[in-house]
Nanobody, 125 residues
Framework: VQLQASGGGLVQAGGSLRLSCAAS????????MGWFRQAPGKEREFVSA???????TYADSVKGRFTISRDHAKNAVYLQMNKMKFEDTAVYYC????????????????????WGQGTQVTVSS
Protein backbone atom coordinates (compact mmCIF):
# COMPACT_ATOMS: atom_id res chain seq x y z
CA VAL A 1 0.00 0.00 0.00
CA GLN A 2 1.58 3.25 -1.10
CA LEU A 3 0.82 6.86 -1.95
CA GLN A 4 3.31 8.65 -4.18
CA ALA A 5 3.10 12.44 -4.21
CA SER A 6 4.70 14.45 -6.98
CA GLY A 7 4.54 17.81 -8.71
CA GLY A 8 6.18 20.02 -6.14
CA GLY A 9 8.77 22.60 -7.03
CA LEU A 10 9.69 26.26 -7.00
CA VAL A 11 7.14 28.81 -8.18
CA GLN A 12 6.84 32.57 -7.97
CA ALA A 13 4.10 34.17 -5.93
CA GLY A 14 0.95 34.35 -8.00
CA GLY A 15 1.90 31.26 -9.96
CA SER A 16 0.42 27.76 -10.10
CA LEU A 17 1.41 24.18 -9.40
CA ARG A 18 -0.46 20.90 -9.68
CA LEU A 19 0.30 18.16 -7.21
CA SER A 20 -0.47 14.53 -7.96
CA CYS A 21 -0.89 11.59 -5.63
CA ALA A 22 -0.79 8.15 -7.20
CA ALA A 23 -2.11 5.26 -5.15
CA SER A 24 -0.97 1.66 -5.36
CA UNK A 25 -2.20 -1.28 -3.33
CA UNK A 26 -5.44 0.50 -2.48
CA UNK A 27 -8.49 1.68 -4.40
CA UNK A 28 -9.05 5.37 -3.70
CA UNK A 29 -12.76 4.94 -4.32
CA UNK A 30 -12.94 3.28 -0.92
CA UNK A 31 -11.13 6.14 0.83
CA UNK A 32 -11.50 9.75 1.72
CA MET A 33 -8.42 11.48 0.34
CA GLY A 34 -6.71 14.50 1.82
CA TRP A 35 -3.83 16.88 1.44
CA PHE A 36 -1.90 18.24 4.41
CA ARG A 37 1.15 20.46 4.57
CA GLN A 38 3.93 21.22 7.01
CA ALA A 39 6.01 24.37 6.91
CA PRO A 40 9.40 24.60 8.65
CA GLY A 41 8.96 24.95 12.39
CA LYS A 42 5.22 24.48 12.21
CA GLU A 43 2.82 21.64 12.82
CA ARG A 44 1.24 19.70 10.00
CA GLU A 45 -1.99 21.36 8.91
CA PHE A 46 -5.01 20.37 6.88
CA VAL A 47 -5.28 21.75 3.34
CA SER A 48 -8.11 19.96 1.56
CA ALA A 49 -10.02 16.70 1.36
CA UNK A 50 -12.38 14.92 -0.99
CA UNK A 51 -14.77 12.13 -0.15
CA UNK A 52 -15.43 9.18 -2.42
CA UNK A 53 -18.66 10.90 -3.41
CA UNK A 54 -16.64 13.87 -4.71
CA UNK A 55 -17.67 16.35 -2.03
CA UNK A 56 -14.78 18.60 -1.06
CA THR A 57 -13.63 20.80 1.77
CA TYR A 58 -10.82 23.35 2.08
CA ALA A 59 -8.93 25.17 4.77
CA ASP A 60 -9.86 28.84 4.83
CA SER A 61 -6.30 29.78 3.89
CA VAL A 62 -6.57 28.06 0.50
CA LYS A 63 -10.28 28.33 -0.28
CA GLY A 64 -10.84 29.88 -3.69
CA ARG A 65 -7.24 29.25 -4.76
CA PHE A 66 -6.79 25.49 -4.48
CA THR A 67 -8.90 22.75 -6.06
CA ILE A 68 -8.82 19.08 -5.09
CA SER A 69 -9.97 16.39 -7.49
CA ARG A 70 -9.78 12.64 -7.89
CA ASP A 71 -9.66 10.30 -10.87
CA HIS A 72 -10.82 6.83 -9.96
CA ALA A 73 -9.77 5.40 -13.32
CA LYS A 74 -6.20 6.55 -12.68
CA ASN A 75 -6.46 5.85 -8.94
CA ALA A 76 -5.04 9.28 -8.25
CA VAL A 77 -5.82 12.52 -6.46
CA TYR A 78 -4.74 15.99 -7.48
CA LEU A 79 -4.34 19.41 -5.91
CA GLN A 80 -4.39 22.35 -8.30
CA MET A 81 -2.83 25.35 -6.59
CA ASN A 82 -3.37 28.80 -8.12
CA LYS A 83 -2.55 32.34 -7.00
CA MET A 84 0.09 30.90 -4.75
CA LYS A 85 1.47 32.84 -1.83
CA PHE A 86 4.76 32.75 0.03
CA GLU A 87 2.95 31.24 3.01
CA ASP A 88 1.99 28.21 0.90
CA THR A 89 5.62 27.09 1.13
CA ALA A 90 5.66 23.68 2.82
CA VAL A 91 6.05 19.97 2.32
CA TYR A 92 2.73 18.68 1.02
CA TYR A 93 1.48 15.23 1.95
CA CYS A 94 -1.38 13.22 0.50
CA UNK A 95 -3.19 10.76 2.72
CA UNK A 96 -5.99 8.20 2.61
CA UNK A 97 -8.72 7.66 5.21
CA UNK A 98 -10.47 4.28 4.95
CA UNK A 99 -14.22 4.15 4.83
CA UNK A 100 -16.73 6.93 4.67
CA UNK A 101 -16.01 9.57 7.28
CA UNK A 102 -18.07 12.71 7.54
CA UNK A 103 -16.40 15.71 5.99
CA UNK A 104 -15.43 17.36 9.26
CA UNK A 105 -13.52 14.24 10.32
CA UNK A 106 -11.32 14.47 7.25
CA UNK A 107 -9.82 17.67 8.65
CA UNK A 108 -8.09 15.55 11.30
CA UNK A 109 -4.90 13.67 10.49
CA UNK A 110 -5.80 10.93 12.98
CA UNK A 111 -8.38 9.44 10.61
CA UNK A 112 -5.84 8.86 7.83
CA UNK A 113 -4.11 5.49 7.84
CA UNK A 114 -1.94 5.81 4.73
CA TRP A 115 0.44 8.71 4.03
CA GLY A 116 2.60 9.62 1.09
CA GLN A 117 6.20 10.70 1.41
CA GLY A 118 5.63 14.41 0.81
CA THR A 119 6.61 16.78 -1.95
CA GLN A 120 8.29 20.14 -1.38
CA VAL A 121 6.54 23.29 -2.58
CA THR A 122 8.46 26.55 -2.42
CA VAL A 123 6.90 29.89 -3.31
CA SER A 124 9.25 32.79 -3.86
CA SER A 125 8.02 36.24 -2.95
Amino acid sequence: VQLQASGGGLVQAGGSLRLSCAASGLTIGNYGMGWFRQAPGKEREFVSAIRSGMTTTYADSVKGRFTISRDHAKNAVYLQMNKMKFEDTAVYYCAAAPGSYIMSALWSAKYYSVWGQGTQVTVSS
